[in-house]
């Protein structure tokens, strides 16, 4: 009986142990370090809506997207206050510079255009990727988007190779027929509503499947129905904060479906993968492939340990580019479309263009080159920076009409809403010296959507304010229009994500005329890309003739 009571006193004492460091923790946390930044940013003149016990100002945010949903919107481009309206609230109350917490990270919204050049060129490496949340992680696990180091110098250098001009060059014939697939649907359609944001969403994953991966929609199919169900549930938990010490042993319904759908997208992939590794052993084939997939089986069979990816690595890669290459183009066409259907003087000028380089015959990545409205280049020893070089070249080959309109429609509905960076130490940025324990969050909305940067007439659709490139449209501050990120870390399919909008776009206008139905209903709002609330309801008018 002694025995049972001194392990019962031990027990006891071990629990009571176990509690008191898990309260600590839990105070450290959610009390202490929230303070300490609070005070600091403070003290250097930093305002924000205050912090809340564990939920910082997540329920407060939530609620203003909820309200911000139910309410109707004119037709105009001024989407700021709806798509993100606690950022727009805070700026207006706190300034362009605020603090404000997402649960217990402390994140210091910036929009002042050298400030964001600065953390995302990072040179001194005090700003890194934040950790994904438990949700982005099952989404797109630890691929080029989300890793950093020797890890990210690694992929990014196989998706440089993956997505460079010849690669290109030789994806535009799958474009072509993807598209071609989409259209000769459309004929049964023609004079009648078609939502296109779901045509596009089909295309879209058609394309990323036979360009990067080499395979048709239909093998793809459950791969991308899966990672929509994930966004789904990623998305409905971006603002729910964990409870301290109860997660620890208890998982919700969300997380338990996450754990299963991404354990099946891992087992869909692999089959994919040994599809390809059995055509070898069998003499069907010399190598894995040509293509991204190609390039990361070959990385998983490399000998040196340097270059090897892990089977987990591969897997991530391949969510991260089904992902990312199908929703960002998705959001990109669909936004385009409409304000083509909109701006019907633009859309006359744009079909002259192709119709004057293509006539009726598919694009080609010949004649995309032909497609210029300038006649002069820039002068590069007036250029100020790398990445006024890069604007430069960019505009060289790709100025034109469609890419005009192109451009404008990333600034006014940028598919991310914004880009976040964690401060790995103590750095000065600007006058301020930002804390560890801190994030600095730039939306890129804000900063495309500012009348300071842009001008008065900032939420109007003008795609001449392109006409001389990006490089002197944003006054050769390269933040100001940043649609796919800034720096290293930009979006290493921003090439191929361009090539195919301008392809469909191309082919959709040699064939019809667009005009905005009378059951749309304007109404973007943020779920992970930018979407339109209600679907897209458009009009396409046949021009008699095929192409």
Same mark, same amino acid.
């Given at each position: 009986?002694?025995?049972?009571?001194?392990?019962?006193?031990?027990?006891?004492?071990?629990?009571?142990?176990?509690?008191?460091?898990?309260?600590?923790?839990?105070?450290?946390?959610?009390?202490?370090?929230?303070?300490?930044?609070?005070?600091?940013?403070?003290?250097?003149?930093?305002?924000?809506?205050?912090?809340?016990?564990?939920?910082?100002?997540?329920?407060?945010?939530?609620?203003?997207?909820?309200?911000?949903?139910?309410?109707?919107?004119?037709?105009?481009?001024?989407?700021?206050?709806?798509?993100?309206?606690?950022?727009?609230?805070?700026?207006?109350?706190?300034?362009?510079?605020?603090?404000?917490?997402?649960?217990?990270?402390?994140?210091?919204?910036?929009?002042?255009?050298?400030?964001?050049?600065?953390?995302?060129?990072?040179?001194?490496?005090?700003?890194?990727?934040?950790?994904?949340?438990?949700?982005?992680?099952?989404?797109?696990?630890?691929?080029?988007?989300?890793?950093?180091?020797?890890?990210?110098?690694?992929?990014?250098? =196989?998706?440089?190779? %993956?997505? &460079?001009?010849?690669?290109? *060059? $030789?994806?535009?014939?799958?474009?072509?027929?993807?598209? @071609?697939?989409?259209?000769?649907?459309?004929?049964?359609?023609?004079?009648?509503?078609?939502?296109?944001?779901?045509?596009?969403?089909?295309?879209?994953?058609?394309?990323?499947?036979?360009?990067?991966?080499?395979?048709?929609?239909?093998?793809?199919?459950?791969?991308?129905?899966?990672?929509?169900?994930?966004?789904?549930?990623?998305?409905?938990?971006?603002?729910?904060?964990?409870?301290?010490?109860?997660?620890?042993?208890?998982?919700?319904?969300?997380?338990?479906?996450?754990?299963?759908?991404?354990?099946?997208?891992?087992?869909?992939?692999?089959?994919?993968?040994?599809?390809?590794?059995?055509?070898?052993?069998?003499?069907?084939?010399?190598?894995?492939?040509?293509?991204?997939?190609? =390039?990361?089986?070959? %990385?998983? &069979?490399?000998?040196?340990? *340097? $270059?090897?990816?892990?089977?987990?690595?591969?897997?991530? @890669?391949?969510?991260?580019?089904?992902?990312?290459?199908?929703?960002?183009?998705?959001?990109?066409?669909?936004?385009?479309?409409?304000?083509?259907?909109?701006?019907?003087?633009?859309?006359?000028?744009?079909?002259?263009?192709?119709?004057?380089?293509?006539?009726?015959?598919?694009?080609?990545?010949?004649?995309?080159?032909?497609?210029?409205?300038?006649?002069?280049?820039?002068?590069?020893?007036?250029?100020?920076?790398?990445?006024?070089?890069?604007?430069?070249?960019?505009?060289?080959?790709?100025?034109?009409?469609?890419?005009?309109?192109?451009?404008?429609?990333?600034?006014?509905?940028?598919?991310?809403?914004?880009?976040?960076?964690?401060?790995?130490?103590?750095?000065?940025?600007?006058? =301020?010296?930002?804390?560890?324990?801190?994030?600095?969050?730039?939306?890129?909305?804000?900063?495309?959507?500012?009348?300071?940067?842009?001008?008065?007439?900032?939420?109007?659709?003008?795609?001449?304010?392109?006409?001389?490139?990006?490089?002197?449209?944003?006054?050769?501050?390269?933040?100001?229009?940043?649609?796919?990120?800034?720096?290293?870390?930009?979006?290493?399919?921003?090439?191929?994500?361009?090539?195919?909008?301008?392809?469909?776009?191309?082919?959709?206008?040699?064939?019809?005329?667009?005009?905005?139905?009378?059951?749309?209903?304007?109404?973007?709002?943020?779920?992970?890309?930018?979407?339109?609330?209600?679907?897209?309801?458009?009009?396409?008018?046949?021009?008699?003739?095929?192409?």
């Amino acid at each position: 009986m002694e025995t049972m009571g001194n392990l019962l006193i031990l027990f006891t004492a071990s629990l009571c142990l176990y509690l008191f460091v898990a309260l600590l923790n839990v105070f450290y946390k959610y009390c202490w370090i929230p303070q300490r930044v609070q005070f600091i940013m403070n003290s250097q003149g930093i305002r924000g809506p205050p912090y809340e016990f564990i939920h910082g100002n997540n329920k407060e945010a939530a609620q203003m997207l909820m309200e911000a949903s139910t309410k109707p919107m004119a037709l105009t481009h001024d989407i700021f206050p709806r798509v993100m309206p606690h950022v727009y609230s805070w700026i207006n109350k706190y300034g362009k510079t605020y603090l404000s917490w997402n649960g217990i990270r402390a994140q210091l919204l910036i929009t002042d255009p050298d400030l964001v050049k600065e953390v995302l060129k990072n040179s001194d490496k005090a700003f890194r990727k934040p950790k994904a949340s438990y949700f982005f992680d099952k989404l797109l696990g630890d691929g080029l988007a989300s890793t950093e180091r020797e890890k990210w110098a690694r992929q990014r250098k =196989l998706a440089n190779y %993956a997505f &460079h001009g010849e690669s290109l *060059k $030789n994806m535009t014939p799958a474009v072509v027929a993807s598209v @071609e697939t989409m259209l000769e649907k459309w004929k049964s359609k023609e004079g009648k509503e078609i939502e296109v944001f779901q045509e596009f969403r089909l295309l879209t994953s058609e394309v990323i499947s036979r360009t990067a991966f080499g395979s048709s929609y239909l093998e793809g199919e459950k791969i991308f129905d899966m990672l929509m169900k994930l966004s789904v549930i990623a998305g409905r938990n971006i603002f729910k904060a964990k409870i301290p010490i109860i997660s620890k042993f208890w998982k919700p319904a969300d997380e338990i479906e996450s754990e299963r759908i991404a354990k099946m997208i891992h087992d869909s992939v692999m089959r994919i993968v040994k599809k390809r590794e059995e055509r070898v052993v069998n003499g069907e084939a010399d190598n894995f492939g040509r293509d991204f997939l190609g =390039l990361l089986v070959n %990385a998983y &069979h490399e000998a040196d340990q *340097k $270059n090897k990816l892990s089977i987990q690595d591969m897997v991530d @890669e391949c969510k991260t580019f089904y992902f990312a290459g199908q929703e960002t183009v998705n959001s990109l066409l669909a936004w385009a479309t409409l304000l083509l259907a909109i701006h019907t003087d633009w859309q006359d000028k744009a079909r002259a263009e192709v119709i004057e380089v293509f006539g009726n015959q598919n694009p080609d990545s010949e004649g995309m080159a032909k497609l210029k409205t300038v006649s002069k280049l820039y002068k590069f020893n007036s250029l100020k920076t790398s990445t006024d070089h890069l604007y430069c070249l960019l505009d060289f080959f790709f100025l034109q009409q469609i890419t005009m309109i192109i451009n404008e429609t990333l600034r006014l509905y940028p598919p991310i809403s914004g880009v976040t960076r964690e401060v790995g130490r103590e750095v000065q940025l600007g006058k =301020l010296v930002l804390p560890t324990h801190s994030e600095v969050d730039m939306r890129i909305i804000a900063l495309h959507h500012d009348p300071d940067l842009w001008g008065d007439d900032v939420n109007l659709f003008k795609p001449e304010r392109f006409a001389d490139g990006i490089a002197k449209a944003t006054k050769y501050n390269a933040a100001a229009f940043m649609p796919f990120g800034l720096g290293s870390r930009s979006c290493v399919g921003m090439s191929f994500a361009i090539t195919e909008a301008k392809t469909a776009l191309s082919m959709i206008l040699q064939r019809y005329t667009v005009t905005v139905s009378p059951t749309y209903v304007h109404a973007p709002v943020p779920r992970l890309t930018l979407k339109p609330q209600h679907g897209m309801q458009l009009l396409f008018h046949s021009l008699h003739y095929d192409a």
